[in-house]
């Protein structure tokens, strides 16, 4: 059983069920309530019983095992309902691109940014395209470093936008666009780069080959394109190990 969220949603709905339709009809019958506690318990070891047989990845195991008891201890604390409208929609504005495409946000580290450096370097004054560009993690440095280059950062979580805006700003030579990946066109650039997730690598690869230029570079970090061999793998001393994997057009 692969592990994608709709699978993950059934697992849990279905300990949910078979708990509750246990434990209503008896509590039912006893003419008692129901003990959210121990009902809750109940459900997360059914689910963690199910995650295992199934074989989901450990994380995917404590979470179900964790979610209804944590459910029945946030309910004990008698929040304010609209603090958790409030939070729901703060992680919209930020991870918007792991609910919409699997792709959630964190940034790329110093190392990296220094390895991406050397290889703008190597190749003289580009245009390099952050597909997905978060804070500006990328782009904002190497604009610094690499003044004779053109940064483009692409990004469509809201916040996460704004403050990679702001933090833009002043630097002529980036251009930030609040824009879907996919709507991107990658025929302008000499370098695009790719910081996502396994999830959208291969319609990524897709549009690589239909839109980039020969001679181009399209290059992706931890994550290769499947059944694509690499023309350059840049080992980033890093940890965790964040490969460059470098595909030429
Ligand atoms: C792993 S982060 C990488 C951030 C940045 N490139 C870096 O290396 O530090 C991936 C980013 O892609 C954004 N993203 C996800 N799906 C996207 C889409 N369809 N269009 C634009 N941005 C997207 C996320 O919001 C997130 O900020």
Known sequence: MSSTPKRQFA???????????????YYGWQATALPWLETSLAIGGVALFFATISRQPWWWRVIHAGFMPLVWFTHSLAIDPNWFLFGAI???????????????LYLSNKQTVGALADLLTERGPSRFLDLGAGLGSTTVP??????????????????????????SL???????????????????YDVVYA???????????EKV?????PGSLFVSNSFPVPGM??????????TPP????CYQL
């Open 11 to 25: 697992l849990q709905g279905a300990a949910v069920i078979l708990v509750l339709s246990i434990a209503w009809p």
């Open 90 to 104: 703060l992680l919209l504005l930020v991870f918007r691109g792991a609910l919409s495409g699997q792709v959630p």
């Open 142 to 167: 190497l604009a610094d470093a690499l003044p004779d280059s053109q940064f483009t950062g692409v990004e469509n979580a809201p916040l996460t936008w704004l403050a990679g805006r702001l933090l």
């Open 170 to 188: 002043g630097r002529p030579n980036i251009h930030w666009q609040w824009l879907d990946l996919w709507q991107t066109g990658l025929a302008d």
């Open 195 to 205: 910081f996502l997730s396994p999830a959208p690598m291969p319609r990524l690869w």
């Open 209 to 213: 080959k239909a839109e980039m230029r």
């Open 229 to 238: 061999t690499p023309d350059r793998i840049i080992d980033v001393a890093c």
């Open 242 to 245: 964040r490969p460059l994997y």
